[in-house]
T-cell receptor, first 113, second 115 residues
Framework: AQSVTQLDSHVSVSEGTPVLLRCNYSSSYSPSLFWYVQHPNKGLQLLLKYTSAATLVKGINGFEAEFKKSETSFHLTKPSAHMSDAAEYFCVVISRGGQNFVFGPGTRLSVLP | NAGVTQTPKFRILKIGQSMTLQCTQDMNHNYMYWYRQDPGMGLKLIYYSVGAGITDKGEVPNGYNVSRSTTEDFPLRLELAAPSQTSVYFC??????????????FGDGTRLSIL
């Protein structure tokens, strides 16, 4: 079965500094992976996806993630945090057959002025 | 383009009452999903559907029922509301098919409190 671990429940950075949100997955096959962002009182919005093409994936709002099969990781990064990046971030792996999405517990990102 | 629309946005129920959470999408997606989100727990799948007339249980289906009579609509029914069902409920849809590389599109959620 697929599973997702997000190593930090809360990350706090200063505005203008880099962001790193960590995600490790478990899958018995080559997975599809997503990062979603959830702003307060809103639904989830797709940031980026990996589907076995390029291992470095660029998303919206300056975010990117690198798929590392040897480390079973899919960490999310951004060179410079903005106040508007404060939100909850979810790493997601797709179940075999693509019917179900398995969500990590989420990482709350705080951006300090 | 409205995307995925959920109604109501907020609701307070008494224990034992019933209600239906509505979800409709206008993207002609064949896959639809219901999740609940509890603090610090991520999203848990309640039910999903791969097309009209086809539904299946997810991880936490107890206390809920669904139906899918049309491609657009996927209502979630709570028959006997219990305090444990206090949560935020999200509906999502996506283009289906083998491979699973199409993302889900989410509604803004329904915040439900059972008192």
């Amino acid at each position: 079965a697929q599973s997702v671990t997000q190593l930090d429940s809360h990350v706090s950075v200063s505005e203008g500094t880099p962001v790193l949100l960590r995600c490790n997955y478990s899958s018995s096959y080559s997975p599809s992976l997503f990062w979603y962002v959830q702003h307060p009182n809103k639904g989830l919005q797709l940031l980026l996806k990996y589907t076995s093409a390029a291992t470095l994936v660029k998303g919206i709002n300056g975010f990117e993630a690198e798929f590392k099969k040897s480390e079973t990781s899919f960490h999310l990064t951004k060179p410079s945090a903005h106040m508007s990046d404060a939100a909850e971030y979810f790493c997601v792996v797709i179940s075999r057959g693509g019917q179900n999405f398995v969500f990590g517990p989420g990482t709350r990102l705080s951006v300090l002025p | 383009n409205a995307g995925v629309t959920q109604t109501p946005k907020f609701r307070i129920l008494k224990i034992g009452q019933s209600m239906t959470l509505q979800c409709t999408q206008d993207m002609n997606h064949n896959y639809m999903y219901w999740y609940r989100q509890d603090p610090g727990m991520g999203l848990k799948l309640i039910y999903y559907s791969v097309g009209a007339g086809i539904t299946d249980k997810g991880e936490v289906p107890n206390g809920y029922n669904v139906s899918r009579s049309t491609t657009e609509d996927f209502p979630l029914r709570l028959e006997l509301a219990a305090p444990s069902q206090t949560s935020v409920y999200f509906c999502a849809s996506r283009v289906g098919g083998w491979g699973g590389d199409q993302p889900q599109h989410f509604g803004d959620g329904t915040r439900l409190s059972i008192l």
